[in-house]
């Protein structure tokens, strides 16, 4: 049937929007008597502002106002109001609160003027005196004044030890013991945070925002301040890119809803790139893994432990050990994650937050092992595979992990790998060849969705998700489509919208299954209220038809039977004299079912680098990544996502490090030639697989989600691979040229197998 | 950003007398780096004089044999000159091996020269820094300094020249044609940039009145013997850690004349007579590329996070001056 | 630093106090996307704020606004540029092409109907500048192989990691444009008319 568009290609409904330029992003509402606001970033990272003069900026004409913690408008005054949907413990940043500075960076005053130009200049004007305290923001330093976080809700804490691990590992055969360390990160997403807000003739304000969750944008304005729901329309139909820097909200927002409110006129503020590396970042973590296994590659000990920055006022935490208790079968397991204070913004969730890391350490630490065991790594993960989940002794909703290993591993011809380090070349060049294992969680939360079908066939269906970049729109139109069996082109969702029914925020790859869920939810209401009207259509081909033997297809109801004898859907609204049917759902996670089992998507990972030692340059030739992701929506917007991921694997593997100068307590590479993402010439071959894997447990349609499977692991087989081919063990990252070239000088002694 | 005047020139005459009227005006042609600092407010110029109109752009050959690059050609169309492809494929390989294609298309060949660094605290006006505030300090001293020069520092600035194509054009030994108030000079092109010593705030020796009107290539042009090889962080679309210049004359094995030039070491593109002369008359080989290397990097001195280029430059000359002598294929 | 002490930190010691109202602007004259247009505009507005905020072509984007992404990529007298590194009052008189003006009568582009086909873009945010640069590539003809144009695109950042499907939505342009161009040869040897009809 041609309505059947699940699990088919689908090329994104809102391309065409995006290849012309009429996609239009948060801050591209140029609405009239429009003022626009730049932030001044504080200079230093602790103290307090002795004292801001504005004056300059103020003599110049057309500026409107210059906003500083002296002259803001009042707000919220409890933490509480600032608590968004997805906040973590602690007391989140206000800005403009008082003067006391908190990070290098912190918005410090808004200028608001008549021309963007113009309030650019001005803040330049705008001069400030600090009263400096000594900071702290070096990790390393602060490794004694480590805690336990309190708990952050949706991350469960790392469980308590299982067995005896400490001894297990002291009397294992074979051990490893290492420490990774892992740099601070910045989603840089390409569209920088920019918010519109637009004075209504009756105050009330429709806001743009670049956010992954119009809901939570919303809310936030609402009690921060202190407006009622139906005074705030927040609108963000486009995101572009977000990574997780979009969860809460960024402080743009906040300024641009004050100024707004002060000068009662329409303002939009957006960041500068600079700006972008102020607002929160994956965090820098130290990790410890220790392995001990016995002869036969047995894993009997496994001890993974983690420190993580924060900031000096909120709590941020992230899952990045327990993965360990749950990848291999190991009856001693200790996992621990600690976190320390500094003078920095707080962290923010990163695509695959925590996962990406740890399981980058664990992976590599498993890597390790295999070299000391003399065993092929691949099989030192099959022998530990494990069969349930034993963090928790439940098991698998579906693993389709063994499947990935053989389905990767023959795609890449792993049996061709000659085992030991420096063993492959290509020309003058060493060529590695490296794997690593994914996990990441599946979780399905509440979200709520509504539809409304027109007397002439055309479906509308709308939730207050987001897409951001990630083919919402696209994989929501599909599912309701073929529920619905419609002609696509007869089909919009609508997202990104505070007046639609509520969803979560747009991350933890649970979009599909939480939205994705809810659309199907309210398509079937509207079947069932279409299959009530045609039953009783005279001479009804599904006059005694029960709900279940009635298909929806080709924009007609027919028998599941007998598709030849049909209604079509246009014949029913008309015959029960509907103009419209319009339905509501939510949907609601089977938590009761679902908490029996541990729900993961997995991947096996398979890079292929090749090595100039003399420069240690690097090139990653291909990337094999086999996905047990569940059930794929669509196959072309579900590779890119897993492509996508591959290619973060890479800048976290070789490029990415937000570098701070401790003197400064300042991230000093603030920018896209200094931070190094990795750029068309850094890609090249990028296979994926998609496993076949059904689960019934997950949800209703048997998805786990792809937003981030993609990049957890692939660093590790690029690290892995980078030893294969050189005999050089990077344990910190980025793996930049100078730690290979250096370590290779060290390691050519190591034995050396006739040229490939 | 400030605000400033525009004023657009559309003859050299009229440029030069703008210019020397007001001495906080600058001179804007491709824009790529000028604009850039003016929005970070690290250059703030009262005036720009616009000098894309003016007649410089052509690409022609001087009576001596060589070629003249007319100091408003774009780096794209200088790369992509049949000329300067058949005759100084090294220069247009260090051109193309810069920036993006984008940028290639606007900047020009004389505003390539006066690019400044990229020392992320000269960029930063919340760090001190020497070079553009003097007598500030210099926070990469002491601070993140992995791009930074190993050679030819100073203790007031360790800042490197950012520029791909000046290390091609000091390895061709080009001349800077330049013209001001005072007449016209022909600047070697060794003497044009600066070390920073004790004046960082000053990169080059042309004077504030002065403009470039041409870059004169001299004949020889080592089309049969040349390589340049640039070592960065990505594969593309960032700046050098290292990058050399190598070419040869040679003779069979026997090497006649060399010059080799090096990017993102010094606060100038860095050449070293001393080290090139050693290779007069000798086979090319390993060992006595790597006599050379050591030579050019005696001396030298890391700063912490950059001490791995001096390393990294001598490996990097050695494999250069390999490809050159085609020892071995450039990959 | 020692506490207590009092730090100054001037992002603009040389406020020209002097120019406390804003100097006239000027006059200038801009073909874009093939119309004539006379615009009034300050010394220090880029080209690609004047086509986002004056003239509301909020297709081409501001990614960084330092010549380090490439999201702001159009083409000035067909050629691919930075837009936020170019002052527009410099660009009097030229022609400027941006994503806007790229479908003809509401029929897309090759490469932007490509970039659907390929799946070349998830977030959208760098996609204008993507295809205004492949566009300005493909006229170039310097780049031909896989590995060239990699390197040819490494001016346009895609941080959704869209790399390997932008390489194949160009050579798929590539390849239509030969089919275009062999088709048109044989009927015509005008190549001037050819290369219009295939970029507007």
């Known amino acids: 049937m041609t309505t059947n568009y699940i699990g088919q290609p689908i090329s994104r409904v809102d391309g065409r929007a995006k290849v012309t330029g009429q996609a239009k992003y948060a801050g591209e509402y140029n609405v009239p008597n429009l003022a626009y606001g730049v932030v001044v970033s504080s200079a230093i990272a602790k103290g307090r502002i002795a004292e801001i003069d504005a004056s300059a900026a103020l003599g110049l004409k057309g500026v409107l106002q210059v906003f500083t913690h002296k002259n803001a408008p009042p707000t919220a005054k409890s933490d509480q109001s600032y608590w968004d949907e997805v906040a973590v413990p602690g007391s989140p940043f206000r800005p403009f609160k008082d003067d006391k500075l908190l990070f290098s960076g912190q918005p410090i005053a808004l200028v608001v003027a008549e021309s963007f130009e113009l309030a650019r200049y001005a803040a330049s004007l705008v001069q400030v005196e600090y009263e400096p305290e000594a900071h702290a923001t070096d990790l390393n330093q602060q490794r004694d004044k480590a805690y336990k976080p309190k708990p952050r809700e949706g991350v469960a804490p790392p469980p308590p030890p299982r067995g005896n691990p400490d001894k297990a590992f002291a009397n294992s055969a074979v051990q490893i013991d290492a420490e990774y360390s892992v740099p601070a990160e910045h989603h840089n997403p390409m569209e920088p945070f920019a918010t519109t807000v637009i004075w209504e003739a009756d105050g009330r304000l429709t806001v743009y925002d670049k956010t992954q969750g119009t809901p939570n944008s919303h809310q ?355 015959h029960g004299g509907l103009s419209s049917i319009a339905e509501t759902a939510d949907s609601t996670p089977d938590f009761e079912k679902q908490s029996k089992y541990s729900i993961h998507p997995h991947s096996a990972i398979f890079a292929e680098v090749k090595v100039d030692e003399d420069l240690g340059t690097i090139d990653v030739l291909r990337v094999v990544s086999a996905i047990a992701g569940g059930r794929i929506l669509n196959p072309k917007t579900a590779r890119s996502q897993i492509m996508g991921g591959i290619v973060w694997g890479i800048g976290m593997a070789l490029e990415e490090e937000s570098v701070i100068d401790q003197k400064f307590g300042r991230f000093m590479n603030h920018n896209l030639a200094e931070y190094h993402v990795p750029v068309n010439a850094d890609v090249q071959n990028i296979d994926v697989i998609f496993v076949e894997e059904h689960d019934s447990i997950v949800n209703p349609l048997g998805i786990k989600g792809l937003g981030e499977i993609g990049i957890v692991g692939t660093g590790a087989a690029i690290g892995n691979a980078i030893f294969h081919a050189t005999g050089v063990r990077v344990r910190d990252l980025p793996i930049t040229l100078d730690k290979v070239f250096a370590g290779a000088a060290a390691a050519r002694p190591v034995k050396l197998a006739p040229a490939a | 950003m400030n605000n400033f005047s525009y004023t657009r020139a559309t003859d050299i005459t009229s440029a030069v007398n703008e210019a020397s009227r007001e001495a906080t005006a600058k001179f804007i042609a491709g824009g790529t780096n000028l604009i850039d600092l003016m929005k970070e407010n690290v250059a703030r110029p009262t005036r720009l004089i616009d000098i894309n109109r003016v007649p410089l752009n052509r690409i022609e050959e001087t009576k001596d044999g060589g070629l003249r690059l007319g100091a408003l050609v774009t780096n794209a169309d200088t790369a992509y000159n049949d000329q300067v492809e058949k005759r100084y494929p090294l220069l247009s390989r260090a051109i193309l091996s810069g920036a993006s294609a984008q940028l290639r298309n606007m900047a020009t060949d004389g505003g390539n020269l006066l690019q400044r660094t990229r020392c992320y605290y000269f960029y930063d006006v919340a760090t001190p820094c020497n070079k553009r505030e003097p007598g500030t300090g210099c926070s990469a001293i002491e601070g993140f300094n992995r791009m930074h020069a190993v050679l030819g520092t100073s203790d007031q600035c360790i800042a490197v020249h950012p520029s791909d194509m000046c290390v091609a054009l000091a390895a061709l030994e080009a001349v800077v044609r330049v013209t001001g108030k005072n007449g016209d000079r022909a600047i070697p092109f060794s003497d044009f940039h600066r070390l920073p010593g004790d004046t960082p705030q000053i990169d080059t020796n042309l004077e504030a009145d002065e403009i470039i009107t041409s870059i004169d290539l001299p004949p020889k042009g080592f089309a049969d013997h040349h390589a340049y090889l640039k070592v960065r962080d990505r594969h593309s679309y960032a700046f050098a850690l290292v990058s050399v210049a190598a070419a040869l004359e040679m003779d069979g094995n026997k090497i006649k004349g060399t010059r080799l030039a090096l990017g993102g070491v010094a606060h100038k593109p860095w050449r070293s007579k001393e080290a090139e002369e050693l290779l007069n008359g000798k086979a090319a080989n390993s060992d006595n590329f790597q006599a050379v290397a050591e030579t050019v990097m005696h001396g030298a001195k890391g700063f912490g996070h950059n001490t791995f280029k001096i390393d990294l430059a001598k490996r990097a000359i050695v494999r250069a001056l390999k490809h050159a002598a085609q020892m071995e294929a450039p990959r | 630093m020692a506490a207590g002490a009092i730090m100054r930190v001037e992002q603009n010691t040389q406020a020209n106090t002097q120019t406390v109202s804003l100097p006239s602007s000027t006059k200038i004259t801009l073909t874009i996307n093939g119309v004539r247009r006379e615009l009034q505009v300050e010394p220090w507005t880029t080209l690609l704020d004047l086509l986002r905020l004056n003239l509301d072509l909020t297709g081409t984007k501001k990614g960084c606004d330092h010549g380090q992404c490439g999201a702001c990529t159009v083409l000035v007298d067909g050629k691919r540029i930075n837009s936020c590194m170019t002052l527009a009052i410099m660009k009097d008189g030229s022609e400027v092409m941006t994503i806007e003006g790229l479908a003809q009568n509401g029929a897309l582009h090759p490469l932007q109907q490509a970039f659907i086909e390929h799946d070349a873009f998830q977030c959208g945010y760098c996609t204008p500048g993507q295809i205004c640069s492949a566009i300005g590539l493909m006229r170039e003809g310097h780049a031909t192989t896989a590995d060239e144009i990699r390197e040819s695109m490494s001016g346009n950042i895609c941080r959704c990691g869209a790399y390997p499907n932008i390489l194949a939505a160009i050579q798929q342009a590539m390849a239509h444009r030969r089919n275009v161009d062999r088709v048109a040869g044989e009927r015509s040897v005008n190549p001037i008319a050819n290369e219009r009809s295939v970029n507007p």
């Open chain 1, 220 to 574: 936030y304005v609402c009690n921060v301040f202190g407006l009622s729901p139906d005074d705030v329309h927040l609108l963000s139909p486009y995101v572009g890119g977000g990574f997780g820097s979009g969860l809460r909200p960024k402080y743009q927002l906040f300024l641009a809803v004050m100024a707004a409110r002060g000068l009662k006129r329409s303002v939009r503020v957006t960041l500068t790139r600079q700006q972008m590396f102020t607002i929160g970042h994956r965090p820098r973590t130290l990790q410890r893994v220790a392995l001990g296994a016995a002869k036969d590659g047995k894993l009997e000990a496994l001890i993974h432990e983690a420190l993580a920055e924060t900031s000096q006022f909120e709590e941020y935490s992230e899952p990045v050990v327990q993965w360990s208790g749950e990848l291999y079968k190991c009856e001693n397991v200790k996992l621990d994650h600690a976190l320390a204070n500094l003078d920095i913004n707080t962290p923010v969730d990163m695509r695959a937050p925590g996962a990406t890391w740890g399981l980058y350490a664990l992976e590599s630490a498993m890597d390790e092992l295999a070299y000391k065991l003399n065993m092929d790594p691949l099989e030192l993960r099959l022998k530990n595979y494990a069969e349930k989940d034993f963090s928790n002794n439940k098991p698998f909703s579906s693993k389709e992990l063994k499947e990935c290993f053989r389905q990767g591993a023959e795609r890449f011809g792993w049996s061709k790998r000659t085992p030991e380090p420096r063993s492959m070349r290509d020309g003058g060049k060493l060529v590695g060849w490296g794997l690593a294992t994914g996990i990441w969680e599946t979780t399905q939360l509440p979200a709520g969705a509504k539809a409304v079908l027109t007397a002439e066939g055309k479906l509308t269906v709308g939730s207050a998700t987001a897409d951001i970049g990630t083919g919402t729109y696209t994989i929501m139109t599909q599912i309701a489509a073929e529920s619905l069996g419609l002609p696509i082109e007869d089909v919009t969702f609508t997202l990104g919208d505070s007046t639609l029914p509520r969803a979560p925020v747009e991350g933890g790859s649970f979009t599909a299954a939480s939205v994705g869920s809810a659309v199907k939810q309210v398509c079937d209401k509207i079947r069932e209220k279409l299959v009530t009207v045609a039953k009783a259509m005279p001479k009804s081909p599904l006059a005694n038809a029960k709900s279940e033997e009635i298909a929806f297809a080709d924009g007609r109801m027919m028998l599941t039977s007998g598709p030849s004898r049909y209604v079509s859907i246009k014949e029913v609204m008309r």
